[in-house]
């Protein structure tokens, strides 16, 4: 994973393609991801089923979970739809829209207001009426090697820039 890593953050620029040759590659790049996350922004996770997301998604709030010193489980929201974690410093919401059929049963979750005020990791993405503008896509697919993952990350250039320094150091 450290060449595919030093090869995104020299690129600097959107899309970025890393290969992620292990669960425990992806639980690191999430834990790099994490530190630059703070309320109101949104990571849409997408790709099939067993792609990493919910791996990727759980690493990540396990990371700012410990951060602060908070122990918990963090299970798959698959059937509750939503978790959420309150932190001393805000909220994780962790939606997985897969079960959903239409945008009203979105709107009755409540994500429109916690995109604005918590930090949002949200699996099929494409459920959402309209995903929120300058959210970051993290689109998942699986790889002919078991375990392996390629990941395509998306967003506006902001995103380059608060990538790069955590994701060159991860590398």
Known sequence: MADSLAAMTCAASFPLTLHLASPEHTARLAAAVAPVLGAGD????SGPVGAGKSHFARALIRWQMERV????????PTFTLIQTYPLPDGEIWHADLYRLSS?????????????????????????????PKGALRLEFSNSDAPDARSLVIRGPECWAQRLAEPLEAAA
């Open 42 to 45: 949104v990571l849409l996770l």
């Open 69 to 76: 010193g908070v122990v918990e489980d963090v299970p798959s």
């Open 103 to 131: 945008a009203d049963e979105v709107e009755e979750l409540g994500l429109s207001a916690a995109f604005e005020d918590a930090i949002c990791l949200v699996e099929w993405p494409d459920r959402l009426p309209e995903p």
